[in-house]
């Protein structure tokens, strides 16, 4: 596994397994204990995917010792501010089963992130927490917080897929010392991805699948990944990205795919905060 190193020198695997909407406590243990034997050594979740405590006794069980696997969460707006911060890391934290945890990051970009920043600040002094960060902050909003903070975000996990490359963002993380992190590298199947005529043409050319060619494109551009499946058969195909490399000409024809935002959800937009400040995963 190839790994991107943070700005304090830890070292993040550049694949990883993702678990947004995997709540069934069975299937995900079963699921990440599959990722394991695959290979897969990051698994990310988050307070509102409801399966920290499934993913932890999956890592348990495996018997691999500690320090061979990454474990990302995310806290959520209903916590955002110093206190909340705080109670929702020992939460996850205990729910993980972990003494420290890899990497913390700011879910969303809304409520009191900036006391929520403090907090983890004062985690990773502590040594609670190896590395923080933040996800789904847009240029604007990460560089307010990178001027205004004692410690920069490490990593800033965002939608990145051919159809919304995210040129300027990753300009601009690359300017602060912050490592992008994509989620949704197959842009949720929008579009037909998985049949683009640019796409399959490429694969056939390599003996892939254009799955296989997403995920190649965005490790050229030493983008870390976090591809989501439940079938123990793309878990292996997701891994099996490092045997060949696309060509100038091929990653010159995957830009032009590129329609410069996302159809999955607008973070300039007022009813995305209103609906994500709406989401309560406790009482």
């Known amino acids: 596994m190839q790994h991107r190193t943070l700005s304090n020198g830890v070292e993040m695997p550049m694949i990883g397994y993702g678990t947004f909407q995997i709540k069934d406590a069975v299937q995900c243990e079963q699921c990440v204990s599959q990722a394991l034997e695959t290979g897969y050594r990051l698994f990310d979740t988050a307070a509102s995917y409801e399966n920290e405590a499934a993913i932890g006794a999956a890592l348990r069980s495996s018997g691999l010792p500690r320090g061979t696997w990454f474990v990302t969460t995310k806290l959520w707006v209903q916590d955002a501010g110093y206190d909340g911060t705080l109670r929702a890391f020992d939460a996850s934290l205990k729910r993980l089963g972990l003494d420290v945890l890899d990497l913390y990051l700011i879910h969303q970009p809304f409520g009191d992130y900036y006391g929520a920043w ?92 254009t799955a296989q060619v997403i995920l190649r494109w965005h490790l050229q551009r030493n983008i870390p990944i976090i591809p989501k499946t439940v079938h123990k058969e793309r878990m292996i195909e997701n891994l099996d990205v490092f045997d060949f490399e696309l060509s ?36």
């Open 248 to 283: 100038e000409k091929e990653l010159e024809s995957i830009a032009g795919m590129d329609i410069g935002h996302s159809e999955i959800i607008d973070y300039h937009c007022f009813s995305t905060a209103r609906q994500l400040n709406s989401v309560k995963i406790h009482g």
């Open 118 to 209: 403090r907090a983890m600040e004062r985690l990773y002094r502590e040594g609670a927490v190896r590395a923080i960060g933040v996800s789904n902050f847009t240029p604007d909003r990460l560089v307010d917080l990178c001027m205004n903070q004692e410690v920069k975000p490490m990593v800033n996990q965002i939608e990145i897929h051919p159809f919304f490359q995210q040129n300027t963002a990753l300009r601009v993380m690359e300017d602060y010392g912050v490592v992008p992190q994509a989620w949704g590298p197959f842009s949720e199947a929008q579009k037909d991805i998985f049949n683009h005529k640019t796409l399959a043409k490429i694969a056939d050319r390599h003996g892939k699948t």
